[in-house]
Every structure is written in structure tokens, then in C-alpha cells.
């Protein structure tokens, strides 16, 4: 995996809370810095991600929408809870 590359998470079709959790236990794994790029359908996930990187202290860096897919890319907080 080269730095430019983001990890990929895939929670098309799951719905709340599910796509928060997933993306959370992963987050976990990850070092600090690494950024996690997550697909998903469930449209309460727009205002999910948003406050639970808030809450976390993970960083959002971009929140888009391509037909029916969110995608949310974060970057791993730098310190480990």
C-alpha cells in the first residue's frame, strides 16, 4: 500500500447503526494517520459519520455523494484511546 492510498471500507447495504460501527471497529486497527474511505447507502449515515468523527476526535475530510453512494473519507485520530 503506498501513503496516497486510502483503505477501503464497503458498508453499501447495511443500515444504522451498523455502518458507523463497522467503520469505528476498524478504525480501531488502524494507525494514527491512516485514512479510511467508506461507502455507504444509508442515508441517516450523512448525519452519522459527521458526529461520530466529532465525538471520536477522528478527522473528516470529505463527506460526498456519486448516484447512490456516500462516501466519507477519515483520518484515523493521532492518538489511540
Same mark, same amino acid.
Request: charged share 25%; hydrophobic share 40%.
Given at each position: 500500500?503506498?501513503?496516497?492510498? #486510502?483503505?477501503?471500507? #464497503?458498508? $453499501?447495504?447495511? $443500515?444504522? !447503526?451498523?455502518? +458507523?460501527?463497522?467503520?469505528?471497529?476498524?478504525?480501531?486497527?488502524?494507525?494514527? &494517520? +491512516?485514512?479510511? *474511505?467508506?461507502?455507504? $447507502? #444509508? !442515508? =441517516?449515515?450523512? =448525519? #452519522?459519520? !459527521?458526529?461520530?468523527?466529532?465525538?471520536? &476526535?477522528?478527522?473528516?475530510?470529505?463527506?460526498? *455523494?456519486?448516484?447512490? =453512494?456516500? =462516501?466519507?473519507?477519515? *483520518?484515523?485520530?493521532?492518538? *489511540? +484511546?
Amino acid at each position: 500500500m503506498t501513503e496516497n492510498q #486510502d483503505l477501503l471500507l #464497503d458498508v $453499501t447495504g447495511l $443500515t444504522c !447503526p451498523l455502518p +458507523v460501527l463497522r467503520a469505528q471497529k476498524r478504525l480501531r486497527e488502524l494507525s494514527p &494517520g +491512516v485514512i479510511l *474511505k467508506v461507502l455507504a $447507502t #444509508d !442515508p =441517516i449515515a450523512a =448525519i #452519522d459519520f !459527521p458526529h461520530f468523527c466529532h465525538e471520536s &476526535g477522528h478527522e473528516l475530510l470529505e463527506s460526498a *455523494k456519486e448516484d447512490q =453512494i456516500l =462516501i466519507f473519507r477519515i *483520518k484515523c485520530r493521532s492518538e *489511540k +484511546v
